[in-house]
């Protein structure tokens, strides 16, 4: 049974940091990208960054780069998400996703998801 269960979320301050994880179980974890995406009341999800487990090649959506930082620790199983800098706009319900395909289309296509991890940047 695939699962993927995010952890790490909570409540923060406006310029302070927190570090997700997304622990994997089911598949074959290096064939796999696994993709964060995130979604606020009242919005549509936004892809929000993707990793590439084979080979670590990463992709960011404009608004978090260069505050998130996406990693994978594949003795682990595991994909984190480093933000930094958290703005109130950040504050969203963060998913976990994985999918198999070509980079970088597989980031824009995920086949299993997780239950999500809220996080809440205060002003």
Partial sequence: EVQLVESGGGLVQAGQSLRLSCAASGFTFDDYAIGW?????????????????SDGRAYYADSVKGRFTISSDN???TVYLQMNSLKPEDTAVYYCAAARGSWPLVC????????????????
Avoid: D, H
């Fill in 37 to 53: 995406f995130r979604q606020a009341p009242g919005k549509e999800r936004e892809r929000v960054s993707c990793i590439s487990s």
């Fill in 75 to 77: 003795a682990k199983n």
């Fill in 108 to 123: 824009f296509g995920m086949e299993y998801w997780g239950k999500g991890t809220l996080v809440t940047v205060s002003s």
